[in-house]
């Protein structure tokens, strides 16, 4: 059986949340990608995003140091796409391009607690809520058992 793998563009809204401590199933997801259990993405913009949403939460910059380094333990980053190849993305929030963008290069499912970007983002990729991905890998981990893999 061909190995299925799950690779997940992690929006800055679960970042957030996951580090904060507001969704636990964020922080699971994130923990899963640091135990190499999935394949997360992030790109350069969402850590700069989240550097500044955890500055506008009032998160000291120790705290918000250390929750980038987990950020790192748990995903893999990449470049940003560059900015002339927006054009193509038509959103209503056009701040959340660069991560729209990001997760169609990648490949992958993007996962946001954003309700109109996930709306959005159905137009070029799948996206879904962090539960939702704990409950893809669920099913992913009961398809390997079953097949004995």
Not at 9 to 14: E, G, K
Not at 32 to 43: A, E, F, M, P, T
Not at 60 to 82: D, F, H, M, W
């Amino acid at each position: 059986m061909k190995n299925i793998e799950l690779k997940f563009f992690i929006d800055t809204t679960v970042v957030v949340s996951a580090v904060t401590g507001r969704n636990k199933k964020a922080w699971v997801l994130l923990e899963s990608g640091r135990k190499k259990v999935i394949s997360l993405y992030v790109n350069e913009f969402i850590i700069k995003e989240t550097r500044r949403t955890l500055k506008v939460l009032q998160i000291s910059q120790e705290k918000t140091n250390y929750a980038v380094e987990y950020i790192l333990e748990c995903c893999t980053v990449r470049g940003n796409v560059p900015k002339k190849e927006f054009s193509g993305f038509n959103i209503r929030d056009r701040s959340d391009i660069p991560i729209l963008a990001g997760a169609v290069e990648e490949s992958a499912i993007l996962v946001t607690e954003d309700n109109v970007l996930r709306k959005d983002a159905m137009e070029y990729i799948e996206s879904i809520t962090p539960e939702e991905a704990l409950r893809k890998l669920g099913d992913l981990g009961k398809k390997r058992k079953d097949s004995g893999n």
